[in-house]
């Protein structure tokens, strides 16, 4: 059996996709139809929504084999990486898509075993997110933002020119931020051990020199923290895909240090400045 499979302007948003609660020969039957229809089409992978079934049930070629996934779920996951990817249901264009390059699936099978599957080919691990989305009611259109979601309904719908749609790059896992905040880290640091230093038994000459230290470290550590701002909103206009390039979390991360570097400067004053008179 094969089923014709749905395409664009069709919208598989309207589906109330639901989860797989007994196993039951009609399901076995919805999943075999999957299976059946991604193999007549020669394809990688085929979700049962995009042939009207709307049941989280999806299908996917493992080497030679193929496994039928019933409510999957991603609980674990890699570095991401851009996926350039093709889908039945935009025939003939081309999306480029932020996925996870390694996944981990817990899933079951048309008899209701659970199984755990752990996918470190990025290739195949994209493929799975993506009919995962499916299962979901999402498609590739909703992973982009939405200047470029616009660009790409005008290229489908062929009043604009162009077939790939990418989301822009994906902030790297370590970026040159963090050489900023570990500067201002080793001052703080410093400034707080400075603190410590009355038990020491300095001389007042010495504790007072150690004080107008802290206070030249505080300037530099907003000096710090202001050009850590200013390249953390460069790379928000490079890394589109990016969670820590948000300007609130830029803003609490540096006002965070220099709260602090003001904090010891103060005690320092009152410590230091005291025991050096």
């Known amino acids: 059996m094969s089923t014709e499979i749905i395409r664009y302007p069709h919208e598989l948003e309207r589906y109330n996709i639901g989860v797989v609660r007994g196993f039951t020969d009609e399901v076995r039957t919805m999943a075999q139809d ?30 030679e084999k193929t496994r039928v996934l019933i409510n999957p779920r991603v609980i674990r996951h890699g570095e991401k990486f851009i996926s350039q990817e093709q889908t039945d249901y935009f025939p003939d264009h081309t999306f480029h898509i932020s996925r996870y390059g390694m996944i981990s699936v817990v899933y079951e099978d048309p008899d209701g075993t659970s199984h755990s ?13 993506r009919k995962i989305d499916y299962v979901f009611g ?14 790409a309904l005008g290229a489908i719908a ?9 989301p822009g790059e994906v902030c790297p896992a370590f970026s040159k931020r963090e050489y900023f905040i570990s500067a201002a880290n080793k001052l703080l640091f410093l400034m707080g051990f400075s603190l410590l230093t009355p038990l020491f038994g300095f001389s007042s000459s010495t504790i007072n020199t150690i004080f107008w230290a802290d206070v030249v470290m505080f300037p530099l550590i907003i000096a710090i923290m202001i050009g850590y701002y200013l390249y953390a909103q460069q790379e928000a206009k490079v ?8 300007t609130a979390s830029q803003i609490g991360v540096a006002g965070k240090r220099i709260v602090i570097a003001l904090g010891l400067l103060i005690a320092a004053g009152v410590i230091l400045k005291w025991l050096a008179t």
Not at 117 to 129: F, G, K, N, R
Not at 239 to 246: G, I, L, V
């Open 158 to 166: 062929g009043t604009t020119d162009g077939e790939v749609y990418d």
């Open 138 to 151: 999402s498609t590739p259109l909703d992973r982009l933002t939405p200047d470029r979601r616009q660009a």
């Open 34 to 63: 999957v299976v059946e229809t991604m193999t007549a089409n020669d394809l990688k992978a085929l979700s049962a929504v995009q042939i009207g079934h709307p049941w989280q049930i999806l299908a996917v070629k493992d080497g």
């Open 239 to 246: 890394y589109t895909q990016c969670s820590s390039c948000q």
């Open 117 to 129: 599957w752990i996918i470190e080919d990025p290739d195949l691990a994209a493929t799975v997110q």
